[in-house]
């Protein structure tokens, strides 16, 4: 993706404010304009209404102040107040920094200033350094509101490269006091605006309106590849830009000059065979009197830029063809989720209407269990009659004409076993028919009777040892391992059961 050759009016950024303010410094032409524009512009990067600057001397005897204020009629220098300044500048000096305080009348410092002073909210105080060594301060006051790290920050930036212009004019003016030449003061004004300029690391450019270099900075030397030398006493189509570049860049300063308009954010190739892109602000530069006499220029490299821009654009194309493929997974999985959402409704209404269904049978079939039941209770109460009214009298007719005890025993049992048969047996009295044999059978129902080994081996005509090896059988399948268990109790309890 190759960007356009735009540009726009944006917010003023702060790289915008400190060149603006950095302009309004270097047109002024003595100390007075030049600390006015140092101030105007501090006052624009942080909302200060009120401050000072001051240049100082070892011996208090030059310290030169300036104060501005809202109430003043025009911009002061103020007298009596070099100790107040020198005690400041030894405070930034004793803290490695600048001052700033949001309460400041609460503070030590706000006791020791001069008597008939204005009302200070909050202060910033920075002192102006040159060559590591301090030559002055500027104080900036009453903002509405608190001053922020990044107001220190800017003007303390904006101040490290106009401290050489206030200086340097100042000196200027003492300097033509003591009758310096013109010729050597400008050569040493143009000298420290080099200096500024190679600075900033920005590229900066001046032409004229014959499209010729008439400065540049190390920046823009380092930028283009091109000396100073060669791009100041070399037309710009003999350079590094090919003809078609040098009259695009030219068509924009004419646009600049003739319209009196910056134009800013100027993205555009570095050179024609190149990858390198610039952006750039193109500013129209005024003499004295106002007339337009060329053009400034600002460039910063953004090749780097445009390369993270392409690359976060190729990422956003790759990342919406991802987010379209999922989402027609997720349509597809929501199309497949409603088909089985919609069988499984099928399901359950199948299942529900065979759960009816079941339902029905379940209790039709209680139904028939019920009367399963009630025939079940009425034949056992006619079996228990017949037995009542036909067999218990031939019986008790039969134990009649016995003689003999052991004849009698063995009708009782039979007429136990009759009674058992007919009637029926419990749950647990049926289990025991199951496990048990006939032979076992016959010796628990004489043991229930109370019949002991030697009674039941009589009855049945076996031996008692017969008789002793068939109880045994019986304790075992009945669980009773405890010989202190006694099995008729077993068998009688079972019967309550």
Known sequence: MTPNTQSSNEPHSDKEILLDGFLSVVRATNFQDTATAVFNSCQNMTGASTGLIALTSPDKTKDKVILFHPNAQSHTQ????????HSLLAECDRQQSAISHNDFMSTPWAQLMPSGHITLKNIIIIPLLLKKQAIGLVALANKKTDFTPNDQQLANTFLKITTHCLKKIHSHEQQLISSRSLAEQLADNQQELQIILDSVPAAIFYKNSNNRFLQVNKAFCRLTGIEKEQ???????????????????WQEDLEVINSGRPKKNIIQPLFSDSNRWVRTDKLPYR???????????????????IKTKEKLTQNLSHLQQRVEERTRHLNDANHHLKKEIETNRYITIKLEKQASKLQKMNSALQVLIDQNQQQKVIAEKNIKEKYEHLVVPQLELLAQRLRRNEDLELLNLIQDNIKQSLLGFKHQNSTLIRTLTAKELEIATLVRHGKTTKDISRVLHISMETVKFHRRNIRRKLGLTSSGSNLRSELLARDQE
Do not use: C, M
């Not at 103020?78 to 300044?85: E, K, L, M, R």
């Not at 100041?232 to 009259?247: G, K």
């Open 78 to 85: 103020v007298p009596g107040v070099s100790d107040y300044i």
């Open 231 to 249: 791009a100041l006493n070399t037309p710009l189509t003999e350079l590094s830009f090919t003809p078609d570049l040098a009259h695009t860049y």
């Open 287 to 305: 003499d004295k009197q106002g007339t337009i006499r060329g053009v400034i220029g600002f460039a910063i490299e953004i090749t780097e830029e």
